[in-house]
């Protein structure tokens, strides 16, 4: 073990630091790289001034100088060859014989190479001083009134710095042992390659993450583009610093014993070698430790990267297993979004380790697509193209598709852009609807003509289809769902009673038992029947025999059907619904997002509830059900509601105008009546409450810039910066010198 360093050994190893950055401030080599390096950053920060400032494209999302920071795989190349290049000082000075005479002066050789090691490190700091201009750049053209904050910014350029020190740690471990600087820094550079292949292993190799997430993680936290990119976006991870600290105090201390090659006797730099290995492999599995136990550091102002007290009171209810698999887009242009919903799943697993994260790529397995897509309620190019989250707790299946996550907008200068980033809000909503154990028993009447509950014999018999759709989303979600005869009244286990589509009246006695049950605070879903019971000149639209109670509640049924030429498809009176949905927990996810087929739907007037599904102002209720529709007088005035939800202090009641509409056929062409069914009943059973995340918008920055500002900018920062800051380096060389 080398002994803890004395006053005396920290004065030799500054005053080698002094030496040594007052020899790089006057080598033209020295300078040349720092041409070299200032132009590289200069070239990249023009690259994003180009993106940040076209119309045409979406505005990046997160911190405004990440993309900067995390830069290309070819950017971090050619940076690690300039730290190579800087680390190789103690091979020019073993060449010259410097070396020698500087470790018997008498200089500690610890204080030696810990002197080395600051002159570089001191040097590399200087180099991104002049890269501070790029701020005033982007505050001089970002539109008015927006402001960076100033917390990514800081730890950004703190990251630089110790990424250096352990790169440079590194390299001169790699290249002590030599006499020729460019072998030391091929050496040098050849070490800190590997360091960011290791870092970039788990998106070169996907499979990684989902073979070995622990490893992955563990690679991805310390690994130097990772460490960065994330001190970028305002996230300190402490995991991470205690890594770049492991492989900077164990560098050094190999570099301090292969400098000693020919000089010590055989078996102490080996000794010094494995002493370095053990003090970073031990540094290491401490910062891991630390990292399991100590929360990341949120230095937005925003709190961007630090979950909601509600996600952890979500998260702290799950009791068992949920896997979230992630669906990425094939549209580049929304990765950024899946990233997001990357980082925010990953701070969801360390809050809770039941929750197990993996990604599915649909290519993999195309058949499976369908599945998935009528599980979401999805259009299959929709999720191919534009990804999902698909939650699941057992046979139990939640669905965050593209527009749940994230909104399409405009930015400040009218491109387009993502607005309102709900990732963490959506992302805890399905998983407290997972988690939500509260017995649920959804009766199904039965007696009137109803929709079959299942298919099979009911439904051949019958010739109608059935609603076995809703009810297998609604067993997967842990409910019991059965039929129910009501001339014994309602029993008192049935949470929710559903009236599905009725073609006789139910009994006076029983309509009294559902309004009893209703008072009791029970909820009831009635789905009208749309079908002709009449036919030619007496068409007729079948009574429920509970409109006195639905009256009670505020809720009329006219003899009608919705019509909406701007919404037609083609079948009977048949109404395609796609933005037309209420701000309410059962149509939440549906405007823009997803479509419902509602096909002899009938009008649903409520004084006071929420008009779930309505048509377009264009629609009316057509009162004459005999001619083909036209619009007159005594039709009913537009836009028409189709569905309604009625919530008082005991009860709750939805009346969908269509029972036809949550079919199965429907659902197997994956439209989405089943599942706005399912979401009513979760909803009349209590399961549903919503959950109060606020929207976490990233920074989508923009610079309002002519072509002629952005070359202008380019020459700049290509050109004038980098001349700039060499000749003032050469300046302060010579002026050293002439001391």
Not at 7 to 36: E, G, K, M, N, Q
Not at 336 to 350: I, K, N, Q, S, T
Not at 532 to 537: H, P, Q, T
Request: hydrophobic letters at 55%.
């Amino acid at each position: 073990m080398t002994a803890p360093a004395s006053p005396s050994w920290l004065r030799a190893a500054l005053a080698v630091a002094v030496r040594d950055l007052t020899i790089y401030l006057r080598s033209p080599i020295a300078l040349v790289v720092a041409l070299a390096f200032l132009v590289l950053e200069g070239t990249t920060f023009s690259a994003l001034v180009a993106v940040l400032a076209d119309p045409s494209k979406p505005a990046p999302l997160g911190a405004v100088l990440e993309g900067h920071f995390g830069g290309t795989l070819l950017h971090w190349t050619l940076q690690l060859t300039v730290l190579a290049a800087l680390a190789a000082r103690v091979a020019e000075e073993r060449r010259t014989g410097t070396w020698e005479a500087l470790v018997t002066a008498p200089v500690p050789d610890g204080a030696a190479i810990a002197g080395a090691w600051l002159a570089a490190l001191g040097f590399y700091a200087l180099l991104w001083l002049p890269t501070l201009t790029y701020v005033v750049v982007l505050a001089h053209f970002a539109p008015a009134g927006v402001s960076f904050d100033v917390g990514p910014l800081v730890t950004a350029y703190a990251g630089e710095v110790a990424i250096g020190a352990a790169a440079l740690a590194l390299a001169l471990a790699a290249g002590a042992w030599s006499a020729q600087p460019l072998v030391a820094t091929v050496a040098g550079f050849g070490v800190l390659l590997l360091w960011l292949v290791i870092g970039e292993l788990p998106t070169l190799w996907p499979e990684l993450a989902s073979s070995s997430p622990g490893l992955a993680a563990a690679l991805e936290h310390g690994g130097p583009r990772p460490i960065l990119a994330t001190l970028a976006r305002g996230e300190v991870r402490w995991s991470s610093l205690g890594v770049l600290v492991a492989l900077t105090a164990g560098g050094l201390r190999v570099a301090t014993a292969i400098a000693q090659v020919g000089r010590r006797r055989p078996g102490v730099v080996p000794a010094g070698v494995a002493e370095g290995v053990l003090i970073a492999i031990a540094l290491a599995l401490a910062a891991t430790l630390i990292g399991r136990f100590v929360p990341s550091a949120d230095v937005t102002a925003a709190r961007r990267n630090t979950l909601e007290p509600a996600t952890r009171s979500v998260l702290a209810r799950v009791g068992a297993p949920i896997i979230a698999t992630v669906i990425r887009p094939g549209i580049a242009e929304l990765d950024p979004v899946f990233d997001e919903v990357g980082r925010v799943l990953a701070r969801m697993a360390a809050a809770q380790p039941a929750l197990h994260v993996t990604t599915w790529d649909p290519a993999s397995d195309p058949t499976a697509v369908p599945a998935a897509a009528a599980a979401a309620a999805i259009d299959e190019q929709q999720l191919i193209r534009g990804g999902a989250v698909i939650l699941s707790r057992g046979p139990r299946q939640r669905a965050v598709g593209l527009l749940d996550l994230a909104s399409p907008g405009r930015d400040v200068i009218a491109a387009p852009a993502v607005h309102d980033l709900r990732v963490e809000a959506a992302l805890t909503e399905a998983v407290a609807q997972l988690a939500d154990d509260t017995p649920v028993r959804v009766c199904a009447t039965t007696g009137h003509g109803e929709l079959p509950l299942d298919g099979g014999a009911a439904a051949d018999r019958t010739g109608w289809d059935s609603w076995a759709s809703v009810a297998e989303r609604l067993r997967t979600d842990g409910m019991t769902v059965d039929t129910v005869d009501l001339r014994d009244g309602v029993p008192p286990s049935c949470t929710v009673l559903a009236v599905i589509g009725p073609i006789a009246p139910l009994a006076p006695a029983e309509a009294v038992a559902v309004g009893r049950f209703l008072d009791g605070g029970g909820g009831l879903l009635v789905a009208l029947a749309g079908r002709d019971v009449g036919g030619g000149s007496s068409a007729a639209l079948a009574p429920t025999g509970l409109e006195t109670v639905l009256a009670a509640w505020g809720v009329r049924t006219p003899a009608a059907w919705a019509v909406d030429p701007t919404l037609a498809v083609p079948l009977p009176l048949a109404l395609r619904v796609v933005d037309g949905y209420a701000d309410h927990p059962i149509t939440a996810g549906f405007a823009g997002r997803r479509y419902t087929v509602w096909q002899r739907a009938r009008p649903i007037v409520a004084d006071d509830g929420v008009a779930l599904v309505r048509t377009t102002a264009a629609g009316w209720g057509e009162t004459d059900l005999t001619a083909p529709p036209h619009r007159d007088d005594r039709d009913l005035p537009g836009p028409i509601a189709v569905a309604v939800a009625v919530e008082r202090p005991k009860g709750r009641v939805v009346v969908l105008g269509s029972a036809e509409s949550i079919a199965a056929r429907f659902a197997e062409r994956g439209h989405g009546g089943d599942l706005l069914a399912a979401n009513a009943i979760a909803w009349l059973a209590g399961r549903s409450a919503p959950v109060a995340v606020p929207v976490k918008n990233l920074e989508a920055v923009r610079l309002v810039m002519t072509t002629g500002e952005r070359r202008a900018v380019a020459l700049v920062v290509i050109g004038a910066v980098p001349l700039i800051a060499v000749g003032l380096l050469w300046l302060a060389g010579r002026r050293r010198r002439a001391r």
